[in-house]
């Protein structure tokens, strides 16, 4: 059974930082491309930002240079370190995989950015 189990989230005060990660189960996690997507209150989701499975990093521009993606195919778990929060920020963050043609999603955690 595939799992994916996103955990870190929490209330911070704007300029801020939290770390989240994302523990994988079920799949060759080094074999996947691995994703962070969030989605606030009322809002369609976003993309935030990949890692692939060769290595390649990309980033949405509203968060290149406060976030930092990373992954650790040991221990198979996916992380996601964020600075300098800001209140637009604020949503469910959940980690994705991409595997072979196939989706799996996780269920996320909270991130709350507010003064």
């Known amino acids: 059974e595939v799992q994916l189990q996103a955990s870190g989230g929490g209330l911070v005060q704007p300029g801020g930082s939290l770390r989240l990660s994302c523990v994988a189960s079920?799949?060759?996690?080094?074999?996947?491309?691995m994703s962070w997507v969030r989605q606030a209150p009322g809002k369609d989701p976003e993309w935030v930002s990949s890692i692939y499975s060769y290595g390649t990093i990309t980033y949405h521009d509203s968060v290149e240079g406060r976030f930092t993606i990373s992954r650790d195919n040991a221990k198979n778990t996916l992380y996601l370190q964020m600075d300098s929060l800001k209140p637009e920020d604020t949503g469910v963050y959940l980690c994705?995989?991409?595997?072979?043609?196939?989706?799996?999603w996780g269920k996320g955690t909270q991130v709350t950015v507010s003064s």
């Open positions: 079920g799949f060759t996690f080094g074999s996947a491309d």
């Open positions: 994705y995989a991409y595997l072979y043609g196939v989706e799996y």
